[in-house]
């Protein structure tokens, strides 16, 4: 009887079935490799990630030749099965030999030892100072595969999770095609032949407040970076490079490996203002170029962002999955919810901003029963599962839909209630690209004088989109707004740029599936533009202090909200339903997004979006913040992390006046 099978990542339990003619095994030299070869029924190899192969095999033979391998009389290998979503087979999952355990926190340092021993496992590293969060490594004493031994661990009960150390495959979300002279319309607001004035971001009126500021870093996470560029380089312009693929510094592109991406979306953010080539979004900003392979397990993937959550302001991303089931591990998840609450060299938070992707598919569709997409290298492919971009549906990440130079949906954007922004691209029919649609593409920086999409002689190319330019865009826009005011919380950034955008719309159905989403709702939220197309000009006016402040004060309106009541935990059937009571004293309104409250203990509550009108109350509901009948401080900061009201209360205040508390 075959046992059901299942992968744990994040809050999903995802049952599996064995993938037919495929498995992975891990080949550590080339004697490996040619041993696999010669295995009768091998079709082929294909690297995957580190020393993890991709084996496809023919039809029945797979087992066997696993077996084979494993007990080859000269070099034994590791070898794993492949796995799908039950009934999905476009969507395939590679393990390694790793899994990411969470204990549970009462656990002592020998319990923990007792249950890798258990299992087999082998510790590798933690993720955080109590080795609370672990890598390991299963070993040949755990008798059996990682997925299984995964199950295992959720099965003894003293772990809060144990998941593979799964291999990511990501697609960059544009690759350059044929060279075209264009002028940067997107950084404008001006109209000519396929462009209308309300297309671009108005990067140029933003520009006469700031240009960016070399304190504030942009990260750029791709396939490789020519630093030797005019326009990627400048006196303190690149700052703590790294390459994750060759383990070195210089995270410069190779020809060899089509690394041909990352130096377009770096131009389209951060290019340099020297009266020679393109500009980018916000010029006066530093860079950090940041190299990998586009695949990645999840500890290197954790690794990566925990480099750039720490040295960077702004992190912009522009790859991702394909339209298959890709949710994020919890490790991963959790990574982006911290960086955005606290990372960043200031301790502010950390914008990540991620490309949509370009299959005009839902980035979350869970009831999916048949999309199809057109796979870079492998031609038409129908996922009949559930989809969902892990990274792009995150709660924390900023994901970043494309609009054209007509300030309509772009064919090929990705959509659904978890776009944030859009940005203005290029346009292409993501089935067939070469049906001509209406629309500009970008100018940017190229690689070097030849090679795929490059003009001879020339190191920029006027067409480079998708939401591969978008997503740098966006991410050069919050960074203009970060030099404007440095004191600005990544929270009160976002909400700055959500509530200045313009609300373009498109009544047209979309020319592929037909569907018609490019209007708003009630909340001014559209499942194609999100909360609408980023406006540069109207986000740095809008984050720009008033005049009399002082660097450190927040903005007359915020000052003027208070705390006036709290709802004390009572001692009953309700305990935890703590609230407290917002008034806005002044005459204008005030957004309240990104702003926190804490409470004795340091536990924070972050604020959502939310409009609170001039002379108006509102009640609010904690989750992590407790009020203690045995008294206790309650503080009010705004999203740049100022504090703007704090009430102490003390056991006697909640015995008088029962739950609720009140201020004067």
């Keep these: 009887m075959a046992l059901d099978y299942y992968l ?4 999903e339990r995802i049952k599996l079935e064995r993938a037919d003619h495929f498995f992975t095994a891990i080949l550590p030299d080339t004697p490996s490799r040619e041993a696999l070869a010669q295995q009768p029924g091998f079709r082929q190899v294909s690297h995957v990630f580190g020393k993890v192969y991709k084996v496809e095999t023919d039809a029945g033979q797979r087992d066997e030749i696993m077996a084979d391998m494993r007990n080859h009389s000269t070099c034994p290998m590791i070898c794993h099965h492949a796995y799908c979503p039950a009934g999905d087979p476009a969507t395939r999952y590679y393990l390694t030999d790793q899994l990411i355990l969470k204990f549970t926190s009462q656990l002592s340092t020998g319990e ?10 082998r510790y590798l590293k933690s993720f955080d100072p109590n080795q609370q969060v672990c890598l390991v490594q299963v070993t040949h004493a755990a008798g059996r595969n990682p997925l299984k031994v995964s199950n295992a661990l959720v099965e003894d009960g003293r772990l809060e999770y144990a998941e593979p150390n799964l291999i990511n495959r ?10 075209l002279f264009a002028e940067q319309w997107h950084l404008q607001r001006r109209s000519g032949l396929e462009l209308v004035s309300e297309a671009g971001v108005d990067c140029t009126e933003a520009w006469k407040v700031s240009r960016g500021d070399r304190a504030v870093t942009v990260a750029v996470i791709d396939d490789g970076f020519d630093l030797t560029h005019p326009d990627l380089s400048g006196p303190g312009k690149v700052t703590g490079a790294r390459d994750y693929a060759g383990r070195d510094s210089y995270p410069g592109p190779e020809r060899e490996s089509g690394d041909f991406h990352g130096t377009p979306c770096a131009g389209v953010a951060i290019g340099e203002e020297n009266g020679t080539g393109i500009v980018g979004a916000a010029p006066g900003c ?10 990645a397990d999840d500890n290197l993937l954790f690794d990566l962002f925990d480099y750039a959550g720490r040295n960077a302001h702004v992190i912009s991303c522009s790859w991702g999955p394909v339209p298959v089931y890709a949710p994020l591990s919890s490790l991963l998840s959790n990574q982006m919810e911290r960086l955005h609450r606290s990372g960043g060299p200031d301790g502010r938070g950390c914008l990540v901003f991620f490309a949509a992707g370009n299959y005009n598919a839902p980035i979350k569709d869970l009831d999916n029963t048949g999309f199809t997409w057109r796979h870079p290298t492998q031609g038409l492919k129908t996922t009949t599962g559930p989809i969902l971009n892990g990274y792009a549906a995150h709660p924390d990440v900023v994901a970043v839909a494309a609009s054209t130079s007509l300030a309509r949906k772009s064919a090929y954007s990705n959509w659904g209630t978890g776009i944030t922004v859009a940005a203005p691209s290029d346009n292409w029919n993501p089935l067939n690209q070469q049906e001509r649609l209406p629309g500009r593409g970008i100018w940017t920086t190229d690689n070097e004088d030849t090679g795929l999409g490059f003009a001879p002689g020339s190191r920029f190319t006027g067409n480079f989109g998708g939401t591969s330019s978008a997503c740098p865009l966006a991410a050069g826009v919050a960074a203009l707004i970060k030099s404007v005011n440095p004191q600005r919380s990544a929270a009160a950034i976002l909400e700055i740029l959500k509530a200045t955008t313009d ?3 498109d009544e047209s159905p979309d020319p592929v599936l037909g569907l018609r989403k490019g209007s708003y709702d009630a909340q001014g939220y559209s499942e194609w533009f999100g909360y609408g197309r980023i406006n540069a000009a109207k986000a740095v006016r809008k984050a720009q202090p008033a005049a009399d402040m002082k660097p450190d004060e927040p903005e007359p309106g915020e000052r003027a909200i208070q705390i006036i009541a709290a709802l004390v935990n009572p001692k009953g059937p309700e305990a935890g339903a703590e609230k407290l009571m917002l008034i806005n004293l002044s005459d204008e309104s005030v957004e309240l997004g990104g702003w926190t409250i804490l409470d004795q203990n340091g ?6 979006t939310y409009t609170l009108q001039a002379g108006s109350v509102v009640r609010i509901g ?4 407790r009020l203690l009948n045995a008294g206790g401080t309650i503080t009010l900061r705004n999203g740049s992390g100022q504090q703007i009201d704090q009430v102490a209360y003390t056991r006697a205040a909640t015995e008088k006046e029962g739950w609720w508390i009140k201020f004067d």
Aim: proline share 11%; no cysteine; aromatic share 10%.
């Design 170 to 179: 990501f697609a960059p979300q544009y690759e350059p095609t044929d060279p």
């Design 503 to 505: 609300k373009i719309t």
């Design 112 to 121: 923990k030892e007792e249950i890798l021993h258990r299992h087999g496992l």
């Design 286 to 295: 530093s860079f950090l170029p940041i190299r990998f392979p586009l695949s």
């Design 603 to 608: 536990n924070t509550d972050q604020l959502a």
């Design 622 to 625: 904690l989750g992590r913040v």
């Design 8 to 11: 744990y990542r994040g809050t």
